[in-house]
């Protein structure tokens, strides 16, 4: 069945680069998400991606992805203290709001 | 737009006790879902819904129904709560394929719910 890996936690300096790393196993997923979840709140949508693209960028973030090996990257660059919190993946399935959550990965950010 | 709203914010039950918790978006999205969240275990889907009238089962459905009556409500229902349903629920909303904001999954705030 599907399903999506993600490291537990990172834990990096104020300032430096973050990257977050998750893998997948549904070669038909058509996009896949970034989500951000700060204790106690919900989901925010940080960026996703179509699965005909290899990058993305947005401000402080670029997505990459690898089809062959299924492998989808967040760097944050610049990295700030009010970016820790719990970063989530997320691959679509059949484009119904079905979506496969990878774990989560707790960003430590130290000033 | 409020976007996607959940009620109650927090509940406790007894085991054996029944609820609903309450979802809608005012985004005219045809696709709603439910999800759990509980701690080192990510997301998991419980049921979703392309559209009023249709509904469907996710990864964990055992102990939950849901009814789309109407496109922006999409209410889930506890039968009989136990202590293995304590957990943190999500509801989400998305607009069907085309446009390029379609691709945008929203999640409400959420609703945590422990049962004793």
């Known amino acids: 069945g599907e399903d999506v890996e993600q490291s537990l936690f990172l834990s990096v300096r104020e300032g430096d680069s973050s990257v977050i790393n998750c893998t997948y196993t549904d070669s038909s997923s058509t996009y896949l998400y970034w989500y951000k979840q700060e204790p106690g709140a919900g989901l925010q949508l940080l960026t996703y991606i179509f699965s005909n693209m290899d990058m993305k960028q947005d401000q402080r973030l670029t997505v990459l992805l690898n089809k062959k090996d299924k492998h989808l990257s967040l760097r944050i660059a610049d990295t700030q203290t009010g970016d820790s919190a719990i970063y989530f993946c997320?691959?679509?399935?059949?484009?119904?709001?079905?979506?496969?959550f990878g774990q989560g990965t707790t960003l430590q950010v130290k000033p | 737009n409020a976007g996607v709203t959940q009620t109650p914010k927090f509940q406790v039950l007894k085991t054996g006790q029944s609820m609903t918790l309450q979802c809608a978006q005012d985004m005219n999205h045809e696709y709603m879902s439910w999800y759990r969240q509980d701690p080192g275990m990510g997301l998991r889907l419980i049921h979703y819904s392309v559209g009023a009238g249709i509904t469907d089962q996710g990864e964990v459905p055992n102990g939950y129904n849901v009814s789309r009556s109407t496109t922006e409500d999409f209410p889930l229902r506890l039968l009989s709560a136990a202590p293995s349903q304590t957990s943190v629920y999500f509801c989400?909303?998305?607009?069907?394929?085309?446009?390029?904001?379609?691709?945008?999954?929203?999640f409400g705030p959420g609703t945590r719910l422990t049962v004793t």
């Open positions: 989400a909303s998305k607009a069907a394929g085309g446009a390029t904001s379609s691709y945008e999954q929203y």
């Open positions: 997320a691959e679509n399935i059949g484009n119904t709001g079905k979506l496969i």
